[in-house]
């Protein structure tokens, strides 16, 4: 059973670098088929896209967040990472890692169980 | 970017009822749409993915039809487990979106 877990600081001061981990297990990153994905939710709002990287290391971003944001990934550890640059308040939110499935429509089936980050100093 | 509007935007009904919650995008999509349940506190899961396929150990009361830009999630015999929001997502073109949501209550 496919399993991830975002891991990162749950506090980022203002116009500082969030940056946060998703370690998979029971199943490989190097997968061909999937995309690595990082979503977002502000609270008591609705779900953002924020972008997804593939074993290959080839990312696509939200263009709403592109000059800030790279996500990454790590296959010797089989972890991927996003980091979030000059966040304001507006950055706060629960952040979910998830799997996509390249050929099938990228769907997300997989999701980490989500960590909360706050941004206040 | 391809905007996902769902209707309603929340929706009281009771155990039994047979409920459809609607989303259009803005731009046509294909077959790629997909939905997802969540819960308070918890990650979203998903329904339904290319429209109308049924992810493994969703039960067969989750429904999903549509195509190009019109696209509906029916849950017929609604279970007390059901009262959830739910969010209508596009994957054909990144960047991906979700509609706004649909809470659906308990009346």
């Known amino acids: 059973q496919l399993q991830l877990q975002e891991s990162g600081p749950g506090l980022v001061k203002p116009s500082q670098t969030l940056s946060l981990s998703c370690i998979v297990s029971g199943g490989s990153i190097s997968s061909h088929s999937d995309y690595w994905t990082w979503i977002r939710q502000p609270a008591g709002k609705g779900l953002e896209w924020i972008g997804r990287v593939h074993t290959s290391g080839s990312a696509n971003y939200n263009p709403s967040l592109k000059s800030r944001v790279t996500i990454s990934v790590d296959t010797s550890k089989n972890q991927f990472f996003l980091k979030l640059n000059s966040v304001t308040a507006a950055d706060t939110a629960v952040y979910y890692c998830?799997?996509?499935?390249?050929?099938?429509?990228?769907?997300?089936?997989?999701w980490g169980q989500g960590l909360l980050v706050t941004v206040s100093s | 970017d391809n905007q996902m509007t769902q209707s309603p935007s929340s929706l009281s009904a009771s155990v039994g009822d047979r409920v459809t919650i609607s989303c259009r995008a803005s731009?046509?999509?294909?077959?790629?749409l997909n939905w997802y349940q969540q819960k308070p506190g918890k990650a979203p899961k998903l329904l339904i993915y290319a429209a109308s396929s049924l992810q493994s150990g969703v039960p067969s009361r989750f429904t999903g039809s549509g195509s190009g830009t019109d696209f509906t999630l029916t849950i017929n015999s609604l279970q007390p487990e059901d009262f959830a929001t739910y969010y209508c997502q596009q994957s054909d073109d990144p960047p991906y979106t979700f509609g706004q949501g649909t809470n659906l209550e308990i009346k």
């Open positions: 998830a799997r996509g499935r390249a050929y099938s429509g990228d769907y997300f089936d997989y």
């Open positions: 731009q046509s999509i294909g077959k790629y």
